[in-house]
């Protein structure tokens, strides 16, 4: 006897087997209502947060799981329409459901209907248990999918909300809005803030950036501008703090952390500005640093803006004369024409403590003194070549704006017959 079984065995096996599954399909879209109801129920005994959502949220998740369940049986009855069916499930969730449950959060409600289905239907057959799980893996990389694309969209979108916010602090138009693009953007500073410019990298890797600012205790917001990168770099301060943390690196000390970020050629650090939104006054001093510090032959890496003040001054920079003025002149003038007098002479002797003297009719220790005193109110040390050119700057813009002042306030004379 043949064990080969005949053709009208062969059709009535095939015949049975259609029989079987459609039997399946049937049944199984008969208890997918109760499926859906003990989904339900198992995710708010299983995940607090599911329990804790808004009525309508919780409805959302539920019209998921319900998709989810009516996919399979789908899928079941055609496995060639996994592209497109798996897909569909979350198509039936809100846009707003993909800002509010996160990746691990869906994973665990998939996990959770896929053990209800198993409990209620795998036990039905070998064949239908190895459906449910190749389809479940299906559904985990679309979730996968869809999560990664929302990621993608929200990181392009936080990057051109980035650009907008360094641009609009750069030129200096900041309106009412500025605020609520900064808080968009997770901006945690409430405390100091400046700006750091310098020359773009051929290949920048602004997450190391980040990483490094974490690491450093401060937010970065990055802007590349052509061939320029720029950095607003802010102190991640508690917003009820009243004042920055006492061991907190000074800016300059971060900015020579952030310094190999940055490609080659000149660095510059805007002054250190109270908030974020006075940002734009920082950036102004480190632009015109940036454009004039070749000026410099020997400029550190990085650089303070405002140790390039005499050579931004020369370009025309008006805040840089504004501060050379009011922070070297104004202050030596008001405490002593003697230290005026004195620092002038010293300069113009090329530093010379005897020639100085002399030219004073006083003794060397005195003009050591008056210097020492210099040095005291302004902060400046006229003894260091440097230094010496920047007071030398501050005291020549000084004695203009002075000269200017005097021209202005002086009277108007007039001759008999009224001409000047």
Known sequence: MSSKATPAEGAASGEGAVFDKAATLAWLRRISGDLATATTTRLEQSLPWYAG?????????????????????????????????????????????????????????????????????????????????????????????????????????????????VDSILTGEADEELPSRIAALGWHGHGEACVLVGTAPVMFDVDQVRRTSRKLGVDVLVGVQGSRLVMVIGRAQAADAEEAEPDALPFIEIARLLEPSFGEGYLVLGPTVPALVDASQSARAALAGFAVARGWRHAPRPVEADDLLP??????????????????????????????????????????????????????????????????VIGWDATG??????????????SIGSADAARRRAPVRRSRDGAH
Not at 57 to 81: C, E, H, K
Not at 330 to 357: F, I, K, M, Q
């Open 311 to 376: 050579e931004r001054a020369l370009a025309g920079d008006p805040v840089a004369k504004h501060t050379l003025v009011e922070r070297i002149y104004r202050p030596l003038a008001a405490h002593s024409t003697d230290l005026v007098t004195t620092l002038w002479s010293y300069l113009d002797n090329g530093r010379s403590l005897e020639a100085t003297a002399r030219e004073l009719f006083v003794h060397p220790n005195t003009v050591r003194y008056r210097l020492k005193r210099v040095s005291d």
């Open 385 to 398: 070549p440097r230094e010496a050119l920047i007071l030398q700057t501050a005291l020549i813009l000084g």
């Open 53 to 165: 959502m808004p009525p309508a949220r919780r409805s959302a998740v539920g019209l998921v799981a319900q998709a989810g369940i009516t996919s399979f049986i789908q899928w079941y009855d055609d496995p060639t329409s996994t592209p497109w069916i798996a897909a569909d499930i979350f198509a039936a969730a809100p846009r707003e459901l993909l800002r509010s449950v996160s990746l691990q959060q869906t994973l665990q409600l998939i996990r959770i209907t896929v053990e209800i289905v198993e409990e209620r239907v795998a036990s039905k057959s070998e064949d239908l248990r190895e459906a449910i799980l190749l389809y479940s893996r299906e559904v985990a990389f679309t979730a996968a999918d869809v999560y990664a694309r929302a990621a993608e969209s929200r990181g392009l979108w936080d990057a051109r909300l980035e650009a907008l916010v």
